[in-house]
């Protein structure tokens, strides 16, 4: 018997999907010998393991098989309550009505590209952007249109020529964003707002890293710039928020929330149904537990401390070891930093050479549009131990 021919019988979809390259990288540095600056994991020694037990184990106690049921797709109601009551300020007004608790951030990426996209559909996205978004929508758009940026965040001021195409969203991380950790000032999150409105176009505000900010001023989410705005529906009517608990607490939870008006968050409901029914009911139990507690403003403080250090220390190894020989920004917070080589160099061909030596980072064209970043670099600082960072930067200088 002939064996199966599974190549004839795929969707086309799966010709637009790849693999991620740092999902692959991960393989290579769970070896501990390797200093990693590639994936974006939080420090795992950081971990509330002590906390979290103590949590689950009240779970278990006060709600017993409950928790462990099935549960509403849209989440369990006390947690929806806890992201609108967080999100309501600055004039905004959210409500339990405005969320759908997703499995991570990335499921609330996957299910807009599902609810919002065709294959002739474009969607605008920074250049660079974030790889995972390009791996969630990629199946079901048909272009992305890329608008450049620099170091303060997405150059807004090139939208209005790219709008006239009519794209259906438009994709940004305003608070450190990855992978070049770049804050959008003020003033460009309030001309976003305003040219989405003017072209009635949707915007999905990714923020993950939001609350990872280790100096400077934080600025109002796209979602409290809309209110401020206003407008004649109920809100939000045109930002779409996603955020998630796996950079203040931690990543194996897979909480995360979108933020929308009800008639987006129905249909996204529906598209989550389809995917997995319901995010785990005892990760949501116990992420509310923790939050019921006050422990998440006592422990961001602490992962700010610790990752702010970390990062002050990649940059001083940096000026230490590579100097002139490279650029590279100085975020204010989250966990990233683009380091930009002369345009001799590509970073994904040198990547062998930096795994020889125990060191790894992930290439930066795999985040650029129009073969652009190939002499760039994502460096990861918050999971690499400070003894580790000094030393991982020695080594790269010496490969370069």
């Not at 890329?146 to 170091?151: C, H, I, L, N």
């Not at 609350?211 to 206003?230: F, K, M």
């Not at 990649?314 to 345009?343: C, D, I, Q, Y």
């Given at each position: 018997?002939?064996?199966?021919?599974?190549?004839?019988?795929?969707?086309?979809?799966?010709?637009?999907?790849?693999?991620?390259?740092?999902?692959?990288l991960?393989?290579?540095?769970?070896?501990?010998?390797?200093?990693?600056?590639?994936?974006g994991?939080?420090?795992?020694?950081?971990?509330?393991?002590?906390?979290?037990k103590?949590a689950?184990?009240?779970?278990l106690?006060?709600?017993?098989?409950?928790?462990?049921?099935?549960?509403?797709?849209?989440?369990?109601?006390?947690?929806?309550?806890?992201?609108?009551?967080?999100?309501?300020?600055?004039?905004?007004?959210?409500?339990?009505?405005?969320?759908?608790?997703?499995?991570?951030?990335?499921?609330?990426?996957?299910?807009?590209?599902?609810?919002?996209?065709?294959?002739?559909?474009?969607?605008?996205?920074?250049?660079?952007?974030?790889?995972?978004?390009?791996?969630?929508?990629?199946?079901?758009?048909?272009?992305?249109?890329?608008v450049?940026?620099?170091?303060?965040?997405?150059q807004?001021?090139?939208?209005?020529?790219?709008?006239k195409?009519?794209?259906?969203?438009?994709?940004?991380?305003?608070?450190?964003?990855?992978?070049?950790?770049?804050?959008?000032?003020?003033?460009?999150?309030?001309k976003?707002?305003?040219?989405?409105?003017?072209?009635?176009?949707?915007?999905?505000?990714?923020?993950?890293?939001?609350?990872?900010?280790?100096?400077?001023?934080?600025?109002?989410?796209?979602?409290?710039?809309?209110?401020?705005?206003?407008?004649s529906?109920p809100?939000?009517?045109?930002?779409?928020y996603?955020?998630?608990?796996?950079?203040?607490?931690?990543?194996?939870?897979?909480?995360?929330?979108?933020?929308?008006?009800?008639?987006?968050?129905?249909?996204?409901?529906?598209?989550?149904?389809?995917?997995?029914?319901?995010?785990?009911?005892?990760?949501?139990?116990?992420?509310?537990?923790?939050?019921?507690?006050?422990?998440?403003?006592?422990?961001?403080?602490?992962?700010?401390k610790?990752?702010?250090?970390?990062?002050?220390?990649?940059?001083?190894?940096?000026e230490?070891?590579?100097?002139?020989?490279?650029?590279?920004?100085?975020?204010?917070?989250?966990?990233?930093?683009?380091?930009?080589?002369?345009?001799?160099?590509?970073?994904?061909?040198?990547?062998?050479?930096?795994?020889?030596?125990?060191?790894?980072?992930?290439?930066?064209?795999?985040?650029?549009?129009?073969?652009?970043?190939?002499?760039?670099?994502?460096?990861?600082?918050?999971?690499?131990?400070?003894?580790?960072i000094?030393?991982?930067?020695?080594?790269?200088?010496?490969?370069?």
């Amino acid at each position: 018997m002939a064996p199966m021919k599974w190549d004839e019988l795929y969707a086309k979809r799966m010709l637009r999907m790849r693999r991620s390259a740092i999902r692959e990288l991960l393989k290579v540095t769970r070896r501990p010998e390797v200093i990693s600056f590639a994936g974006g994991l939080p420090a795992a020694e950081l971990f509330p393991i002590p906390q979290v037990k103590e949590a689950v184990g009240q779970v278990l106690q006060s709600l017993g098989g409950k928790s462990l049921q099935y549960g509403e797709t849209e989440g369990i109601p006390e947690l929806r309550e806890w992201v609108a009551r967080n999100f309501s300020r600055n004039g905004a007004q959210i409500s339990s009505e405005n969320v759908l608790i997703t499995t991570g951030a990335q499921q609330a990426l996957d299910l807009a590209g599902r609810v919002f996209l065709n294959e002739t559909d474009r969607a605008v996205v920074e250049n660079p952007t974030y790889l995972a978004l390009l791996s969630a929508w990629r199946p079901y758009v048909g272009e992305f249109l890329a608008v450049p940026s620099d170091e303060n965040g997405m150059q807004v001021n090139a939208l209005p020529e790219i709008l006239k195409k009519r794209p259906k969203l438009i994709y940004v991380t305003p608070n450190f964003q990855n992978p070049q950790g770049t804050t959008l000032t003020r003033e460009r999150r309030e001309k976003l707002v305003a040219l989405s409105r003017e072209y009635d176009v949707g915007v999905l505000e990714d923020n993950p890293y939001g609350e990872l900010r280790y100096n400077g001023q934080a600025l109002p989410h796209l979602l409290e710039i809309e209110a401020a705005q206003g407008k004649s529906s109920p809100f939000p009517e045109h930002v779409l928020y996603s955020g998630t608990f796996s950079k203040v607490l931690m990543p194996g939870l897979r909480v995360g929330w979108v933020i929308a008006a009800p008639e987006v968050i129905d249909k996204l409901g529906m598209a989550k149904q389809a995917a997995d029914l319901h995010t785990s009911t005892i990760c949501q139990y116990t992420a509310l537990e923790l939050l019921r507690r006050g422990f998440l403003d006592e422990f961001v403080p602490i992962l700010c401390k610790s990752y702010g250090q970390r990062r002050d220390l990649m940059l001083s190894a940096l000026e230490k070891h590579v100097g002139s020989r490279a650029k590279w920004n100085r975020p204010e917070g989250g966990m990233f930093l683009l380091v930009t080589l002369p345009e001799k160099y590509d970073t994904a061909k040198l990547l062998p050479r930096a795994l020889e030596q125990n060191v790894a980072y992930v290439p930066g064209e795999e985040f650029h549009f129009n073969g652009d970043g190939k002499n760039t670099m994502r460096l990861n600082f918050s999971n690499a131990r400070p003894e580790q960072i000094e030393e991982g930067i020695r080594r790269l200088a010496a490969i370069l």
